[in-house]
């Protein structure tokens, strides 16, 4: 029982000395957090934005994560490694599959 106490004082006068400092030192940890890059994060390569009304080549290549003038058999790959993750029946979005089947069908149509 009593030892209970003891490390339960022990850790409020923890928290209290770590706010404290935290409280006392607000300039110098904005400055640290700022002074760490961001640049190198894990989300950089995701592309940022919607759909286009009408697909092109190039926005089919970033769906696949192939480049706008990849070869059939790598199409054939990227179709198959990204509907594995995406598929309805495993918990994937409808309209995502069919993005993806739409992105596929335009790569291995097109020769442009």
């Known amino acids: 029982m ?8 022990l850790g409020l006068a923890a928290v209290g000395f770590g706010a ?3 409280l006392r030192n607000q300039a110098l940890i ?5 002074a760490i890059p ?26 696949l994560g192939i480049t706008p003038s990849a070869k059939p058999a790598k199409v054939k790959e990227a179709h198959k490694r990204v ?9 994937g979005s409808p309209y995502l599959a069919a993005k993806i ?3 596929k069908d335009l790569m291995e149509s097109s020769k442009s």
């Open 30 to 34: 904005k400055k640290g957090i700022e």
């Open 83 to 91: 509907m594995i993750v995406n598929h309805p029946n495993r918990g």
């Open 38 to 63: 961001v640049t190198g994060g894990a989300f950089n390569s995701y592309y940022r934005g919607g759909f286009d009304q009408k697909m092109s080549r190039g926005e089919a290549a970033k769906i």
């Open 2 to 9: 009593t030892g209970g106490l003891i490390v339960a004082g």
């Open 101 to 103: 089947n739409e992105a």
């Open 20 to 22: 404290r400092y935290v």
